[in-house]
């Protein structure tokens, strides 16, 4: 495997229909907006869901959600402790920072792609990785709409001691769901910290297709099957480490406008807009439909 030689940067069209995509637990989980009203999906909800895609394709994954766990360790701690290869590095005379990294790196895909701070108690190493992949908080063309409804559990969770038919407090509560949106998120890959953490260019591959794949698997309640879908992955691989352009202006070179002859049963889906490309001499655009 050789390490990426080429700056990658990438845009990513997704949409959202009746669903939450990513609640704000200080704001009683409704959807997240900013200040002007635009929908948004935090870049550490979307690396949870990349993780979970890299996960069900085979990789090792440190950070791993809890009720998803394929290796019984319950905390970040605990699955580092079991790992030989950095705990050969992490106390005595062996200490080292920059091995311990390495063997962590070489170890978990998440950890060369997104980085991670190892500061854990019992070891005499503190080693803070900056990864190559970065993400931007994915945003929404327009102004969302939010719905919310009032639901109500058929049963207690727990039984009242005073009065064994009385309805508790916890029976009542809240759904919000985004009526619909599409949103763009935008990312890059850089060389320099992909030299650092050994980030290869088949790591770049599998990060594409866990994008392409992002909502694969990824149900709930709040995210029914089908309420998520990607429709285009943008991919731009540079010709150099440090790229023929800057990833603003390779951003700025995806183009969506209102599309003028959408119909009315079109108005709710991804074809609302014109998608287009500003060709960039020397760079080229692949792209992917979603899954």
């Known amino acids: 495997m050789s390490v990426l030689d080429h700056k990658i940067d990438f845009a990513v069209v997704l949409s959202v229909h009746n669903a939450n995509p990513n609640g704000d637990p200080l704001n009683g989980n409704r959807p997240r907006q900013n200040y002007d009203g635009f929908g948004e999906i935090s870049d550490v909800c979307i690396k949870r869901k990349i993780r979970n895609r890299l996960q069900d394709m085979g990789e090792s994954i440190l950070v791993q959600s809890d009720d998803r766990r394929d290796d019984g360790y319950r905390s970040i701690k605990d699955r580092v402790d079991a790992n030989e290869m950095v705990q050969e590095h992490a106390k005595g005379k062996k200490a080292n920072k920059e091995l311990y990294a390495e063997a962590a790196c070489r170890s978990w895909i998440d950890v060369r792609s997104f980085g991670q701070v190892f500061a854990f108690s019992g070891t005499d190493v503190s080693v803070g990785i900056r990864g190559p992949v970065s993400l931007h908080t994915a945003v929404s ?47 890059s890959i850089n060389t320099q910290l992909a030299e650092k953490t050994g980030f290869t260019s088949e790591d770049a591959e599998k990060i594409k297709e866990a994008l392409r794949t992002l909502f694969a698997n990824d149900s709930s309640s709040a995210r029914p099957d089908g309420s998520m879908e990607v429709h285009y992955v943008y991919w731009w691989e540079h010709r150099s480490k440090l790229g023929q352009y800057s990833s603003a202006k390779v951003h700025r070179s995806l183009h969506i406008e209102p599309n003028p002859d959408v119909t009315e049963s079109e108005l709710h889906t991804y074809k609302r807009y014109i998608y287009s490309v500003e060709p960039l001499d020397g760079l080229e655009v692949q792209i992917y439909d979603g899954l």
């Not at 719905?147 to 407090?169: C, E, H, L, Y």
């Open 141 to 187: 063309l327009e102004r969302i709409d939010i719905s919310s409804m009032q639901i109500t559990k058929s049963v207690n969770s727990v039984t009242s001691a005073s009065d064994p038919d009385k309805r508790g407090s916890d029976t009542m509560g809240m759904k919000h769901r985004v009526d619909f949106g599409v949103y763009v998120l935008k990312g």
